[in-house]
């Protein structure tokens, strides 16, 4: 079968539109990876940590998040780090906070992009090594519907 140049170039622009326009979010796989690589194979614990997202995001566009950890924040136990994961963007990785002693508390407030009905993850490293994780499903609504 003989492809002449214009079929190609048909071939070539559709294949183009269609990348362009399709979705791509990440799959669960690369939201595993990312955790490990945070707490360096370690399984994660609850409690201690405290993620605070609505239940209903009517824009996917700028969603209010909270973290907070308990922690004294002194010199022997303190919260190194803080990461935010969004299990259906494109990238899962979405902020990292970087605590010391003398932040006096750890907690941070941000706001994210999401993609649509998902689960945000946050996950705190404590200077011993120790891992908490919270988790919160947020559903974006599309136009503010509700729905």
């Known amino acids: 079968m003989q ?9 070539s ?3 183009a539109a ?5 979705p791509a979010f990440a799959d669960e796989a690369a939201t595993e990876k990312m955790l490990k690589e945070f707490t360096g194979g370690k399984s994660p614990g609850s409690g201690k940590i405290s993620l605070k997202a609505p239940e209903i995001a ?10 907070s950890v308990e922690s004294d924040m002194t010199e022997s136990s303190y919260v190194e780090s803080v990461t935010l994961l969004a299990d259906g963007n ?13 932040s006096g508390e750890a907690s941070a407030t941000t706001r994210m992009r999401l993609a649509g009905t998902q689960n945000v993850i946050a996950v705190a490293k404590m200077n011993d090594g120790s891992v908490f994780m919270d988790k919160k499903q947020v559903k ?8």
């Open 140 to 147: 974006v609504t599309i136009g503010g519907c509700g729905g």
């Open 13 to 15: 622009a559709g294949a």
């Open 58 to 67: 009517e824009n996917g566009n700028t969603v209010p998040i909270t973290v």
């Open 18 to 22: 269609f990348m362009a326009f399709a």
């Open 90 to 102: 494109p990238n899962p990785g979405v902020a990292t906070f970087h605590f010391s002693p003398m």
């Open 3 to 11: 492809v002449t140049r214009r079929q190609a170039l048909g071939l």
